[in-house]
């Protein structure tokens, strides 16, 4: 029996923010800004050179909005257009991924967590490395899959996973109904942190399991909870990869 292939999928929009927001402004000799690309392909031959993976793909995020935008208008309405310098450094990003014939992903209306989730599934054969920095992408995280970050060099396994968040990997989106996500504006249930959501998960397992028990949930907590269960279960499905 051949040995399992170490597949590496990167998820790109994660990296091309670090590297644009890491540098200083960088520019060619035509004035044309080049850090994040720059940035961008210095971490992707840092990946190659280190880890050395047998395939590397590159998972790019939709030019189109998401899908979650039909399901919640609001869906990251907190973020603001990408900053001017950036803007024309997809495009180089792209020809450069290309010219490195290094796979790349795209589809229309899904984002690159979307797509890294289904690979993974594929995938489930080899053994997966999630190269990102999100949070939201350690739902998928088993024992055969697992997320590094290659700015601190961290692998998150399983237990990994539970010494950061004090939940286990399948509880990520549960646990993200409950906080909800700044970053993507996700909702979540108001006043619940993550302190009471890993209270709430390890007493009751997951969201289902709240409000299953809800009557066991006294006093304020109960009562948002009750309240925003509508709210809970749209962050359920948003948070979903």
Do not use: W
């Not at 939201?136 to 697992?146: C, G, S």
């Not at 286990?168 to 942190?193: E, F, K, W």
Request: charged share 25%; glycine share 6%; with cysteine.
């Amino acid at each position: 029996m051949s040995a399992k292939k170490r597949v590496f999928l990167v998820d790109v929009s994660s990296f091309i923010f670090r590297a644009f927001f890491a540098l200083p402004v960088l520019t060619n000799s035509r004035g044309k800004p080049t850090n994040a690309t720059y940035g961008f392909l210095t971490m992707i031959l840092k990946i190659v050179e280190k880890y050395k993976p047998d395939s590397l793909i590159c998972v790019f995020d939709s030019k189109e909005p998401s899908f979650r935008k039909e399901i919640y208008t609001d869906y990251k309405a907190n973020r603001g257009a990408p900053p001017d310098m950036l803007i024309p450094q997809f495009a180089d990003i792209d020809k450069a991924v290309k010219l490195l014939n290094v796979p790349m992903i795209r589809l229309p209306g899904f984002e690159a967590d979307d797509l890294i989730a289904t690979l993974v599934a594929h995938l489930k054969n080899e053994n997966i490395t999630v190269v990102s920095s999100d949070k939201d992408l350690m739902q998928l995280v088993t024992e055969e899959v697992r997320l590094l970050d290659t700015m601190k060099d961290i692998y998150y396994g399983p237990k990994e996973v539970e010494a950061k968040l004090g939940i286990l990997p399948h509880q990520v989106v549960d646990y993200l109904a409950l906080i909800g996500d700044s970053s993507d504006n996700i909702p979540g249930v108001p006043s619940i942190g993550p302190k009471t959501a890993v209270d709430l998960l390890k007493k009751y397992g997951n969201l289902d399991g709240i409000y299953e028990n809800l009557s066991e949930v006294k006093g304020k907590r109960g009562e948002v909870l009750k309240t925003h269960e509508k709210d809970a279960r749209l962050s359920y499905t948003l948070a979903t990869v």
